[in-house]
Structure formats: structure tokens, C-alpha cells
């Protein structure tokens, strides 16, 4: 990988550490719709007149239908599930499920693409990988969770199906412009229902959780993202997970009393080394 490559790499791990610790704190007075609108919205705001201003727009034509999938994959779908999980388990145990999303994203890879070879290392690592999500959802699911570890698994899925679609309909249109009107379009679908459902009052410590999630989760992360699916490609890109979710486990214990739990001492490693071996760029 490049020094670009690593930059991009790091900076995007880093930004996409801090949701799940956010998240966390927001839904805790904010229902779910509603933190997506918070998320959206100050994001739409700032984005598209930049967007308009830059010219940015004139790229998507053509690509309507890619922009409205990515949109409701990437965007609308998973941070509601995510949202409305957060409530029930722990930043840390979601932040880990989506670990999962490299192991996803070589199957999704093979399906698209059916002539794709896939290296005995890299189905051995596609084993080991699901071998620690199995024991890292057995050792932490309990009979109230088990359904919301089932939406994070919807959130896995839209993650990972996200990048192809970058980098299969979208990677002749300006990362400015889909992020800009996705975001946009969220907004407005969330609007009515995330009005209706903001409460009277919001604590400080909330406003400023959904101001971080839109300014440095969402403007910041997904520009330098889409970067960086142009440098690496789009599974590889996905393999940010692993840094991400090291920092967001550790936010949790610290600042939320989070547990470290035998899931994490026993899944989290096997996840990380099964997609470290699916991932690896063949020699």
C-alpha cells in the first residue's frame, strides 16, 4: 500500500472508531429516527451548496439509479438498525459484529463476479473469520439481544455491498456529490417522523454526540473513504473495520463501563486474523 494508502487507511479508521461510542450516548435521549435525521441533516446542510458551488453535481448524471441504491444501502437502511440496536447491546459488541463486513464483502465479490478466484488461503481465512463471529455472537448473545444482533447483521451486509457499488456504478462520479446527495435524500425521507419524535429537551453531551456523527463520522469519513476505495479497492477498504472497531471497544470500556466480555477475548482475534487472510492482496 502507499503512504497515501496508509493515511487514507488510518484517518478513516480512526473517524469510523468513534460512531459506535456516539451513537451510544444519543439514543440514550434520541429515538432512532430521529439520530438519523440528526446525522443527516447538518451533513445535507453543509455539503450539497458545497457541492453545488464546485460544479459536483453534473457528475452524477447518468447514475441516478447507483446513487439511490447506495443511498438505501449505505445510508438509510443501516444507520436506523444500528441506532435502534445500540439500544439494546453494547458499542462494543456492535462495533465487533461489524467485523464481519471483510468476510462479507469477498462473498459479495465472488457473487457479482463469478470468474473471481479465490485463493485456498483466502477460504481458509473466510472459515476462521466466521468461526469468531459464531463464537463471539455464542458467547455475548443472550434471548433479548439475539434480535439485535440480527439487525447488526443487516448493517454487515449494507457495509459491504456499499464499496462495489462505488467502485462498479459510481467511480466516475465526485465522492463530494454522492455523499452530498445521499446524505440529502436520508434527510428529507427521515424528516417527517425524526420532527415529530425529537424530544423537548436534549442534554449537551447528546447535541454534541449527533454533531460529531455528522461532521466527522459522516462529512469527513466518507470523503476520505471513497478515496481510499480508489487506492486499495473495494474489499481491502473494508479491512478498516479491524482498526475501527480495536478504538470504538476501547472507548466503551473506558468512558461507557463497558465489559470486556469472552466474546471479545475469544472472537475478536479470530475475526481479525480469518479476514487478515481474506483480504490479503495476492502475492
Known sequence: ?????????????????????????????????????????????????????????????????????YTVIEFGVPWYFMSSAEQHISSSLASLLICATP???IGVSKIIDRQLVIEKRRIAGLLLGSGGVVALVGLDASSDSVWWIAAMGIVVVGYALGPQIIARRLHSVQGLAVV???????????????????????????????????????????????????????????????????????LGVIFLDEPITAGITVGFPIIVMGSVLATARRR
Do not use: Q
Not at 443527516?40 to 439509479?65: D, E, N, Q
Open 180 to 250: 452530498a446527495a445521499s446524505v440529502a435524500v436520508v434527510a428529507a425521507i427521515y424528516a417527517p417522523l425524526g420532527i415529530v419524535r425529537w424530544p423537548d429537551r436534549v442534554s449537551s453531551s447528546a447535541l454534541l454526540s449527533v454533531a460529531a456523527l455528522a461532521i466527522l463520522c459522516t462529512i469527513v469519513a466518507f470523503l476520505l473513504f471513497f478515496e481510499l476505495i480508489k487506492e486499495i479497492g473495494p474489499s481491502r477498504s473494508t479491512v478498516v473495520t479491524y482498526l475501527n472497531t480495536a478504538l470504538a471497544v476501547a
Open 1 to 69: 500500500m502507499t503512504r497515501r494508502g496508509w493515511g487514507l487507511f488510518i484517518a478513516v479508521s480512526v473517524l469510523w472508531g468513534l460512531p459506535y461510542f456516539f451513537i451510544r450516548i444519543a439514543v440514550r435521549e434520541l429515538d432512532p429516527v430521529s439520530l438519523v435525521l440528526g446525522r443527516t441533516l447538518p451533513a445535507a446542510i453543509i455539503l450539497v451548496p458545497l457541492a453545488w458551488r464546485r460544479g459536483a453535481f453534473a457528475s452524477l448524471r447518468g447514475h441516478y439509479s447507483g446513487l439511490l441504491l
Open 103 to 105: 468476510l462479507v464483502a
